[in-house]
């Protein structure tokens, strides 16, 4: 069974550029998130899917970020503009719902210069 | 709010040698789950073990075991006999049970030297 993918793995882009990543969950699995991944740190939280619902999106930076899970499937993250702050790994991740695990893709790498 | 925090930020262990991973957490709720993570460099994160809160037993996955201290909000990871392949950043987790969201403590990177 195929993993949570996504793409592209690797980005660098200019500032204020915009930029897109795209993830294909693990099929069946309704719950979809995006995490934010500094360098050395934990992953932090930016938007949670409950199907088509993004049922938490309080760490999204709105002004900037924008994301979108049409049919309940796959899901793009969207920057624009780009800044520098934004490099970082953003990964994807998804579980079905009440199992706990989550399962996670490889992550896109972005590089703000 | 939860909150998850790994007090370690690096560690090291020498290969076949022991060596325990420390984690607090902050919550007011009575059901979670708890998870520990390995992210290797440049590679997915996987699940190494995973403990429901009402379980009292420690689980144990191979090599790898925890140690939940409920009243103490500990649960700190133990891994036996450590491998080359074990160096990774570890990062432990806490979801609240009919909840979906996972919290991540900073992590832990472990070294094992040869």
């Known amino acids: 069974e195929a993993g949570v993918v996504q793409s592209p793995r690797y980005k660098i882009i200019e500032k204020k550029q915009p930029v897109a990543f795209w993830c294909n969950p693990i099929s069946g699995h309704n719950t979809l998130y995006w995490y934010l991944q500094n360098l050395g740190q934990g992953p932090e939280l930016l938007i949670r899917y409950e199907n088509e619902e993004a049922v938490d999106d309080s760490q999204l930076p709105k002004d900037r970020f924008s994301a979108e899970r049409l049919k309940g499937v796959d899901s793009t993250l969207k920057i624009q503009p780009a800044e520098l702050g934004d490099s970082a790994v953003y990964l994807c991740a998804s579980s079905f719902v009440q199992t706990g695990e989550l399962f996670f893709g490889e992550g896109s790498r972005l590089t703000v210069l | 709010a939860q909150t998850v925090t790994q007090s370690q930020p690096e560690m090291s262990v020498q290969e076949a040698e022991t060596v325990t991973l420390s984690c607090t957490y902050d919550?007011?709720?009575?059901?979670?789950?708890l998870f520990w993570y390995k992210q290797p460099p440049s590679r997915q994160m996987i699940l190494v073990i995973r403990q429901e809160a009402y379980k009292q037993q420690n689980a144990t996955e191979n090599r790898f075991s925890v140690n939940f201290q409920k009243a103490a909000k500990s649960f700190s990871l133990k891994i036996s006999d450590s491998q080359l392949g074990d160096a990774a950043m570890y990062f432990c987790?806490?979801?609240?049970?009919?909840?979906?969201?996972?919290?991540f403590g900073a992590g832990t990177r472990l070294t094992v030297k040869p």
């Open positions: 919550t007011s709720e009575s059901d979670y789950y």
């Open positions: 987790a806490y979801l609240r049970y009919n909840n979906n969201d996972m919290r």
